[in-house]
């Protein structure tokens, strides 16, 4: 291996994988170690994959990128215990032609690998099963890793952390903030095998497109958090995601409440009949603007799941930011080099082109989401229990006159709200999720 | 579906030495709610009665962190990764 290469990437997920191929076509040299058997090994997700900064690295990547189904469909449900509301909306200008509405189903063990090899056929050199477990520093600036391998001492004038939600390399040059159970969730998920035309009869698609389903309240027992189904081409991915604390005050595992999850009326006649393939499991960084930490220092940046960059709010969108942040991080890498200025003030344009897309916009705007969540359990639990109850009143057919099931009704909603209180949240929860 | 038959699905290549370790045992006798049994999608920590323990089944890990999270308040779980290769590999992910 030689001595020097102009950066050093940790991590072959799609940030990493983004940064190294934009850098490798520019000439750079640049190492990637990914500590996997192979590029996305360790790696999951839910899983709709963005796809507009995908487009810009790979061009038409369509047409040979390892994806499943062009979503055409989201689904929101409300779940009781036995009973389910649900929201969905289908777009047909999403059905069209490539590439739809740049969201697809995809699973990352078969993604990965294949946006790292268009990185190596750049130039890039990708180094699998081989973890990193330190920096270099000199003279207070970030100058290569440790790697855990023979002659593992690498230099380069930047490093790239894309080492994922736990990055250990942030938290060993001290820029990681501090983690608490509320912003960070525990997704577990199973990838359910069903045949083809059963998937697009049961869902209602046509060809290769799919569904995005998503459900609260009692799909995951009230607690703050989300289940999910999302049709790939032959399997389903089927899982729960909650916030730390969650699990830990409910007492219940996350295989547990998986179970509980694909038990329920709604979701079991979905999945039935399905064979699980594999089981998996991984922490999202949820906690927002607030959470993301200082992403640059002397000679090292902060990129994807290590920055925190996620979007937690009704998008889900971590893989899309993840790849813009490698994309803006390389770029200003080359900027830097052209100037051969690796300093924290010398790679401060990462940290402003994130703040001017849509990363930082998007992060920014939803930063209230992680504390409106965890100050508001009421919208996980005990109001959609209440609109199930009172929807399952207003559908109960009985010989009982109409106008007393409405007296009723309108008696249970005032006993179980109070007016005013109810307002002053629902007024949060606008401003959590949709002000400007 | 019972947890051992969803790991039996995964692919692991076990690592000779533990990669998680409990840093010091009587640190859990203090702890009041085991946070590090609830969080785990893989079932790794259990407490044991008799030993008085948290045994760690570290050879079902998939290596997400969050047992280190739960048990922030006594930092007593000591993670690093696996040698490189080794560990869980997903095949869809």
């Known amino acids: 291996m030689s001595d020097k290469f102009d950066v050093i990437i940790v991590g072959a997920g799609p940030s990493g994988s983004a940064a190294a191929l934009t850098l490798a076509k520019a000439g750079l040299s640049v190492v990637v170690f990914e500590r996997g058997e192979y590029p996305g090994a360790k790696n999951m997700f839910g899983g709709v994959l963005y796809t507009p900064i995908l487009n810009r690295l790979v061009p038409n990547f369509w047409e040979e990128a390892p994806i499943e189904r062009h979503i055409t469909k989201r689904r929101f449900g409300l779940l009781s215990e036995g009973s389910e509301a649900a929201f969905e909306y289908r777009c047909e200008d999403f059905n069209t032609s490539p590439p739809y509405n740049q969201s697809f189903s995809a699973l990352r063990a078969q993604f990965d690998p294949w946006l790292a090899k268009k990185a190596e056929e750049a130039g890039a050199m990708i180094i699998p099963e081989t973890v990193v477990d330190d920096l270099i520093w000199k003279d207070g600036k970030v100058c290569g890793v440790k790697a855990r391998r023979e002659g593992g001492e690498v230099e380069a004038d930047v490093v790239i952390a894309a080492d994922g939600v736990n990055s250990f390399l942030a938290k060993k040059s001290g820029l990681r903030k501090a983690f608490t159970w509320n912003v960070l969730a525990v997704a577990a998920k199973e990838v359910i095998a069903l045949p083809r035309e059963t998937i697009e009869d049961r869902f209602s698609l046509e060809g290769d497109e799919g569904v995005a389903m998503e459900f609260f309240g009692d799909a995951v027992a009230g607690m703050v958090g989300a289940g999910f189904i999302y049709t790939n081409k032959e399997t389903l991915s089927v899982g729960v995601a909650c916030t730390i604390n969650a699990f830990i005050d409910k007492k219940i595992v996350p295989n547990d409440l998986l179970e509980r999850f694909k038990a329920h009326p709604s979701i079991r006649r979905l999945i039935r009949k399905g064979e699980t393939l594999e089981y998996s499991g991984h922490m999202i960084p949820e906690g927002g603007y607030n959470q993301v930490p200082e992403i640059i220092t002397d000679g090292l940046v902060l990129v994807g799941d290590a920055a925190h960059l996620v979007n937690a709010s009704f998008y889900h969108e971590g893989t899309n930011l993840a790849m813009a942040s490698g994309l803006y991080a390389a770029e200003t890498i080359i900027e830097a080099k052209e100037k051969g200025d690796f300093s924290q003030k010398g790679l401060q344009g990462y940290r402003t082109k994130l703040e001017e897309s849509f990363v930082l916009k998007d992060i920014k705007k939803y930063r209230l989401v992680e504390s409106w969540a965890n100050k508001n359990p009421k919208f996980f639990k005990e109001y959609p229990d209440l609109a199930l109850d009172l929807l399952k009143d207003y559908f109960t057919i009985s010989e009982k006159p109409k106008e007393t099931i409405q007296k009723e009704l309108t008696k249970k909603f005032r006993s179980k709200i109070k007016l005013l209180r109810t307002m002053v949240e629902l007024n949060q929860f606008r401003k959590t999720f949709f002000s400007s | ?93």
């Not at chain 2, 699905?9 to 640190?27: A, F, M, N, R, T």
């Not at chain 2, 050879?59 to 047992?67: K, L, R």
């Open chain 2, 1 to 93: 579906m019972k947890l051992e038959d969803k790991l039996f699905l995964d692919q692991y290549k076990v690592d000779s030495e533990p990669h998680l370790k409990i840093k010091i045992p009587d640190v859990c006798l203090e702890c009041e709610h085991k946070q590090c049994t609830w969080v785990c999608p893989a079932g790794v920590y259990k407490w044991d009665e008799d030993s008085k323990k948290i045994i760690v089944g570290w050879e079902n890990c998939m290596e997400m962190g969050a047992c280190v999270v739960a048990c922030n308040e006594y930092d007593n779980i000591e993670m690093h990764y696996p040698k490189g290769g080794y560990g869980i590999s997903y095949k869809f992910g």
